[in-house]
């Protein structure tokens, strides 16, 4: 027997698909406020546990993705696509295979204990290739809110983002932490939205909540505090790589470079260089808000 759970995350509904053998409750927990169970999926996920991920065929090794954990392997089977996913590059702990159109998807498992991480990642890259055609991104980054806008922090893993997201929160009244590691930005009539999202890295910040967003801030280390407006060129520089994308298909960069095009042409785009303190965030909220 197995058990279907359906959620919308930014308007874009997928479904997973659980042994009822599994212990799922605690996995899916992060998706609860997502759930939606009337929606019509553009994805399904179905996960499945095996005695040995060697008796699943992947193809060929095209390329290991990521510069830590988790890794991303890509493999080719007659021109079609799998890929895995690993929290070393020893060997894989879980292995995706898709459709050709990517709408329906197994996701295999040996071991039961990487049931969640294999949902979660295999979740987050279906729906990053299944929304792109709706002006729709994930992006790796923290996102405050505050007054009833939006405040993206970018940046390369290990410059702050999650830090300067607690700066504002411990030290700008009213600030609130939308997601800390994979919000969802979405063009809806014309205006940039973020929205929350069931994939918040480390911090448990699971909120279905979605507003205008208002500044886009890219993160650097520095022995200062310093803040400037970036220019059209910088800011597609910041947000392009930000964002989920499987870069070996064409369609998937075209859709990516469309939107991000037309969310630095909405939105302010900013370079923060600074200290991990108080008046870091005082700065940039000073700076970004108007």
Not at 29 to 56: I, N, S
Not at 64 to 91: I, M
Not at 230 to 241: D, H
Request: glycine share 6%; net charge negative; charged share 20%.
């Amino acid at each position: 027997m197995e058990n279907i759970f359906t959620y919308t995350v930014a308007g874009h509904s997928f479904s997973f698909i659980v042994p009822d053998s599994l212990p799922s409750g605690q996995w899916l927990k992060p998706y609860e406020p997502f759930r939606c169970d009337d929606a019509e999926p553009v994805f399904t996920l179905k996960l499945e546990q095996v005695p040995t991920l060697a008796e699943v065929v992947m193809g060929e090794l095209v390329e290991c993705f990521n510069d830590e954990a988790p890794y991303l392997w890509v493999f080719r089977n007659q021109g079609v696509y799998a890929f895995a996913f690993s929290y070393t590059k020893e060997h894989v702990d879980c292995i995706l295979i898709p459709s050709e159109d990517y709408s329906e998807s197994v996701v295999y498992v040996e071991d039961v204990r990487f049931a969640e991480f294999a949902l979660s990642n295999a979740a987050m890259l279906l729906y990053a290739f299944r929304t792109m055609p709706y002006e729709t991104l994930l992006a790796h980054a923290s996102v405050v809110k505050f007054q009833g806008r939006g405040y993206m922090f970018l940046g390369r893993s290990g410059t702050g983002k999650s830090t300067h997201s607690r700066l504002w929160l411990e030290n700008v009244e009213g600030a609130e932490l939308l997601n800390d590691d994979n919000p969802v930005i979405r063009i809806v009539d014309g205006q940039v939205r973020v929205f929350g999202s069931p994939w918040s890295g480390k911090t448990h910040c699971y909120v279905n909540e979605d507003i205008p967003l208002q500044a886009v801030v890219r993160l650097s280390q520095a022995p200062y505090n310093k803040i400037a407006r970036s220019g059209m060129l910088q800011a597609y520089a910041s947000l392009m790589p930000a964002c989920s994308c499987m870069r070996w298909d064409r369609k998937s960069v075209d859709y990516l470079h469309k939107t991000v095009e037309k969310v630095i042409g909405r939105v302010g785009s900013w370079h923060l260089e600074c200290l991990p303190d108080k008046e870091a965030a005082k700065l940039c909220c000073d700076s970004v808000k108007m």
